[in-house]
Each structure stands twice: as structure tokens, then as C-alpha cells.
């Protein structure tokens, strides 16, 4: 059972600004997603941006991407980049005020390259 639905709330919010440039992938209790459209990505009709699910032991947080463009993350506080698990993922139990403002410049920034990037890799297929 997921149990901090108050974190969660509050990493959708991030997200949420950018609902109307990109494409809403899902929109439940528990998992809010984010994809580019015109963009496939195997069977999926976008290509994954960003989701935020609420799990057993903490919210994770993925944005994808610092994946594909990890220098995005040069500028990313310490605070923030200790609640990385792997490459893409921030998991968080409580969320302060400064990181969903940093998380939000950061998918501020990474919207327009990622949207740059996957046009560019369009171009050569």
C-alpha cells in the first residue's frame, strides 16, 4: 500500500505545469506520468519524460532526461542528489520547499533539450 500521498501530491505539482506541452502517460493515486508526444518510444505512443509513483517505502520521482543528458545534473544541489537511485531516479518519504522548487527548474531545463534531442535523433533514422 502506498503511504505518503502527501509527497506524492506535491512531486505531481512539479510535474504539473508542464501537463499542457506534453502528454499525460497516466494519472492515478499513485502514478502520474509524463511523456513527449509525436515522439514513439517502442510500443508506448510518447516517449517518457517524467513520472512520479507512490511506492511501499518512499516516492519516487524519475525524470528521463538526465538519462540521456546527464550534464543537467551538474548544477543539482547535494541535498537533491542524495536522494538519487540510479541514473534518473530521486526518491523522497518528506519533500522540503526547496527541493520541488530546485526538481522544478530542473525539469524547466530539461524540457526544451530533451524535446531538442529526441528531434535530432528523428533526423538521422
Known amino acids: 500500500m502506498a503511504g505518503r500521498p502527501e509527497v506524492?501530491?506535491?512531486l505531481k505539482a512539479v510535474l504539473a505545469p508542464f501537463a499542457d506541452r506534453l502528454?499525460?502517460?497516466a494519472d492515478t493515486a499513485t502514478a502520474y506520468g509524463?511523456?513527449?508526444p509525436g515522439h514513439r518510444y517502442r510500443e508506448q505512443a510518447s516517449t517518457p519524460f517524467a513520472s512520479v509513483k507512490d511506492g511501499k517505502?518512499?516516492?519516487?520521482?524519475h525524470l528521463f532526461p538526465v538519462y540521456v543528458m546527464p550534464d543537467l545534473l551538474g548544477?543539482?544541489?547535494d541535498?537533491?542528489?542524495?536522494r538519487m537511485q540510479g541514473k534518473s531516479c530521486f526518491n523522497f518519504t518528506a519533500l522540503?520547499?526547496?527541493?520541488?522548487?530546485?526538481?522544478?527548474?530542473?525539469?524547466?531545463?530539461?524540457?526544451?533539450r530533451f524535446r531538442a534531442e529526441l528531434?535530432?535523433?528523428?533526423?538521422?533514422s
Not at 517505502?57 to 520521482?61: A, L
Open 57 to 61: 517505502s518512499y516516492v519516487s520521482f
Open 23 to 25: 502528454t499525460v502517460t
Open 119 to 124: 528531434a535530432r535523433r528523428a533526423g538521422r
Open 75 to 77: 548544477g543539482v544541489s
Open 8 to 10: 506524492f501530491a506535491a
Open 96 to 112: 522540503e520547499p526547496e527541493l520541488a522548487r530546485e526538481l522544478g527548474r530542473l525539469v524547466g531545463q530539461a524540457e526544451p
Open 34 to 36: 509524463l511523456g513527449v
Open 79 to 82: 541535498p537533491l542528489r542524495r
